[in-house]
């Protein structure tokens, strides 16, 4: 569908300038208010850029200056991605922008590959004090090893490396790196992190979570130079996939600076709704609350994000009852109860919107009581957000409709996780795993993203997944 996209683009960019414009003979396709349909085959754009109406077959045309025939191809709106990491993401890991300016690992197919992929990265970047890259994803490889420091010493060991997972919440470093942050088998897990040890307490390199940060502080400082080309990086890809505006989960602080630096030049072209990644990057700007619609409305800060556990994949989502393919282990929880409710509070107190990562049961039902508390205070419609949702007790779904949560979540990672959430998970608690059906029927509202560059962009496998719950290839049946 979105083929349509680069010849529209450029009959648009050749047509006279400060002129109305048809864009006429079209496929065009958009969601009604009520959330029905609505199809046209014509668009009138006004001479400052902005449609003025729609038009149905049928429909007299009225006089323009320019016209463009779309030849029959789809047109759409431009989308909305409700959760992605535009530039960097929380913790000071890779978002989109940064990822496509460094080693891309989505894809790999095994341990072999990976030191495949680093090793010609490392000969193509000699002058790199540090190698950073992320995307792997185990759970694509057979026997499913995690990567450990060994299997990269082989390949790069003359300079640190670390390799982020594609959803951020592990990463592996080589010797080198562990070195550089000073990480020995004395090193205690810090707190909300964990660092994997062989059976005599050496670290294997597997760093999950926070234990991530021990090593990420460690790398050379990205620039501001680097930020605004992984901005513009960023922007490219997005508008090239449909996306024209995006809720960034977890700007930090340089991220935020980069967004109002380029919004002032006049490069932003697409819409950035902003949630800082947790009270400390609100404290260093001089944003101490959301702000209005900043540079012609394309940025705008609102928000506040603060996490509950970790991530499925790496098994820190904080479960309920023990994970059913390693029975030592519930997960990670980030917060005590008092700790979430005092940092939800104050965002709240601030004017901020909360949004809080939960993708365990547990760590769902602690965020549901966290707001269920907090509306007894903050009264009218706070928007509160859970962000993920992802595997939820049965019992609690209902209560998330009645505490007026946003319920935050990203269809394709069913997909993409589908697999590995029936080896974690126990059939009971499939039943409340990627439930947004359920969710909504308890009148919850939901907003849909894909997470990148956790998933791709590209929002159609997402709108596909939501109703069919069936991967690009159709499985399961």
Do not use: C
Request: no cysteine; proline share 7%; aromatic share 4%.
């Amino acid at each position: 569908m979105l083929k349509v996209l680069p010849a529209l683009i450029a009959a648009l960019l050749a047509a006279p300038a400060n002129a109305d414009t048809l864009i006429d003979n079209a496929n065009g396709i958009q969601v009604r208010a009520d959330g029905g349909l609505e199809r046209f085959d014509a668009l009138l754009i006004g001479d400052d850029g902005k449609v003025v109406r729609t038009l149905a077959k049928g429909e007299p045309r009225p006089r323009a200056d320019a016209r463009v025939d779309a030849g029959g191809r789809a047109l759409l709106p431009g989308l909305i991605d409700a959760h992605g990491h535009v530039i960097d993401a929380p913790g000071g890991d890779m978002g989109l922008g940064l990822m496509l300016l460094q080693l891309d690992l989505n894809g790999t197919g095994s341990i072999a590959e990976l030191k495949r992929r680093t090793a010609a990265y490392a000969a193509a970047n000699p002058d790199a004090d540090w190698i950073l890259g992320r995307g792997w994803n185990q759970e694509l490889w057979a026997g499913k090893r995690l990567p450990t420091a060994a299997d990269l010493d082989s390949v790069v060991a003359d300079r640190p490396v670390l390799l982020a997972r594609v959803d951020g919440h592990a990463a592996v470093a080589n010797s080198a790196a562990l070195k550089a942050a000073g990480i020995t088998a004395a090193t205690p897990d810090p707190q909300g992190g964990t660092i994997d040890r062989h059976p005599d307490g050496s670290p294997t390199g597997l760093l999950i979570d926070n234990a991530i940060l021990l090593v990420a502080r460690r790398a050379p400082p990205i620039t501001s130079e680097m930020m605004s080309r992984a901005l513009l990086s960023a922007q490219a890809f997005l508008l090239s996939n449909g996306i024209t505006a995006v809720a960034d989960m977890g700007t930090s602080a340089s991220g935020w600076d980069t967004m109002r630096r380029l919004g002032q030049t006049g490069a932003l072209k697409m819409r950035i709704i902003s949630y800082f990644d947790g009270l400390e990057p609100g404290q260093r700007t001089p944003t101490k609350g959301p702000t209005p619609w900043l540079h012609g409305d394309r940025l705008r800060m609102v928000g506040v994000k603060l996490y509950a556990d970790g991530a499925l994949g790496s098994r820190g989502a904080w479960l309920k009852s023990p994970y059913a393919d390693k029975p030592g282990t519930r997960g990670l929880q980030f917060l005590t109860d008092a700790q979430l409710r005092e940092q939800a509070g104050k965002a709240a107190a601030a004017g901020f919107q909360v949004a809080v990562h939960a993708i365990g049961d547990a760590a769902n039902a602690q965020v549901i009581g966290a707001f269920e508390e907090l509306r007894k205070t903050h009264t009218g419609d706070r928007r509160w957000r859970i962000e993920h949702v992802q595997v939820v007790d049965p019992a609690d779904i209902p209560r998330i409709g009645r505490a007026g949560i946003i319920a935050s979540m990203q269809p394709v990672h069913q997909t993409s996780d589908r697999t590995m959430a029936e080896a974690r998970l126990d059939p009971p608690r499939l039943a409340g795993a990627y439930a947004w059906n359920s969710i909504a029927r308890t009148g919850a509202r939901l907003a849909f993203g894909s997470d990148f560059p956790v998933e791709s962009p590209n929002p159609f496998p997402g709108l596909a997944a939501a109703v069919s719950r069936q991967d690009p290839n159709g499985i399961p049946p």
